[in-house]
């Protein structure tokens, strides 16, 4: 079992920047492959970023690539999502994943879940 919490969502304006944080317990963090989606309002979850066991491999969905930046720590249990040039379109809950393969873009690919973080883009 791992267990998965997220933070650092919040309110911010277009344009600003905001980080993610999510710790994981249970098992042993360098053995997952971990990630990050995310749920607008009425729509379905989608992909955001993923990153490899040891961090050698990231991927990002088209929407976000160049502006967001996926990172782990495993020393400390954490992967992180650094979200600069915020757009309101990223306005959504955001979610932590975990799975034991590699890297996939869709729900199934990953077996626990955090209980998300609500980001919010707004003038």
Known sequence: QVQLVESGGGLVQPGDSLRLSCTASGRTVSSITMAWFRQP??????FVAGISRNA???RYADSVKG????ARDNAKSTVYLQMD????????????AAGSYAIATNRP???YWGQGTQVTVSS
Do not use: N, Q
């Open 85 to 96: 040039s915020l757009k309101p379109e990223d306005t959504a809950v955001y979610y932590c």
């Open 67 to 70: 502006r967001f930046r996926i």
């Open 109 to 111: 690919g990953y077996d």
């Open 56 to 58: 050698g491999v990231t």
């Open 41 to 46: 309002s009425g729509k379905e979850r989608e």
